[in-house]
């Protein structure tokens, strides 16, 4: 197993990113959405609407083939990358938390948020965009 610490990438905004190979397991957004949502509200702050995103799926997918993480290329929403391991939807918000700039994303005046995860070699991958 890697020995790479749970980590989550520096604050951007992002758009689908090219079509490459990916790999991975297709992780519940429904979980990462729960998780981020329990997340929200004990911060007194609303749910929001969570979408199972294809593109943020393959975002995901791709990351977890190279065994790296990164943001997306068009920077026109508030996204969040990250990926943990274990697997585990709570440790993942949980990371996201203990980063400012991605909590601030988090906590921010969103309504929806767009989920894609993957499990891969041990490592929960994700992809979050706000909008």
């Known amino acids: 197993m890697r020995s790479a610490p749970a980590a989550a990438a520096p604050v951007g905004a992002a758009a689908p990113a ?10 519940s957004a429904g979980t990462i959405g729960a998780e981020l949502n329990a997340y929200r509200v004990s911060q ?3 749910a929001l609407a969570i979408v199972s995103s294809g593109a943020r799926v393959d975002h995901a997918m791709q990351m977890a083939a190279s065994n790296s ?7 026109s ?6 990926r943990v391991s274990p697997v ?15 909590n601030a994303i988090m906590l921010g005046a969103y309504s929806t948020a767009y989920v894609g995860a ?3 070699d041990g490592w929960l991958y994700t992809s979050i965009q706000f909008g």
């Open 44 to 46: 007194g702050l609303g």
């Open 88 to 102: 585990s939807a709570s440790a993942m918000i949980g990371a996201y938390a203990n980063s400012a700039p991605h």
């Open 69 to 75: 993480i990164w943001h997306s290329t068009v920077r």
């Open 18 to 27: 090219p079509a490459a190979a990916g790999a991975g397991d297709v992780f």
């Open 118 to 120: 993957v499990t891969y």
């Open 77 to 82: 929403m508030a996204e969040i990358v990250g």
